[in-house]
């Protein structure tokens, strides 16, 4: 079984941040990669950003130069860090892991950007 946990989703003001963070926990095997996707309303889920094990970014082009992806392997931990945050950038975003065995997601955290 594995777990994560998502947290630091808000409400915020255009231009504000916010730290997004997911905790993995339980059998965890073989972290390939860890990522965010995100789904607003009416739309698909997609990539926000994602880190593989060796420390490879890859983002949206809709973030790029205001996310920042980052792993706290001691801690099984991923983070985003999001600035200058727009009302389109307004969705739940999903942890993702990548593991050995298979993908597993978060639950879902909501983050509401207001004009």
């Known amino acids: 079984q594995v777990q994560l946990v998502e947290s630091g989703g808000g409400l915020v003001q255009a231009g504000g941040s916010l730290r997004l963070s997911c905790a993995v926990s339980?059998?965890?095997?073989?972290?390939?990669?860890m990522g965010w996707y995100r789904q607003a309303p009416g739309k698909q889920r997609e990539l926000v950003a994602a880190?593989?094990?060796?420390?490879?970014?890859n983002y949206a082009d809709s973030v790029k130069g205001r996310c920042t992806i980052s792993t706290n392997h001691a801690k099984n931990t991923v983070y985003l860090q999001m600035n200058s945050l727009k009302p389109e950038d307004t969705a739940v975003y999903y942890c993702n892991v990548q593991m050995s065995l298979g993908p597993y997601w978060g639950q879902g955290t909501q983050v509401t950007v207001s004009s």
């Open positions: 880190i593989t094990s060796g420390g490879i970014t």
């Open positions: 339980g059998n965890i095997f073989s972290i390939n990669a």
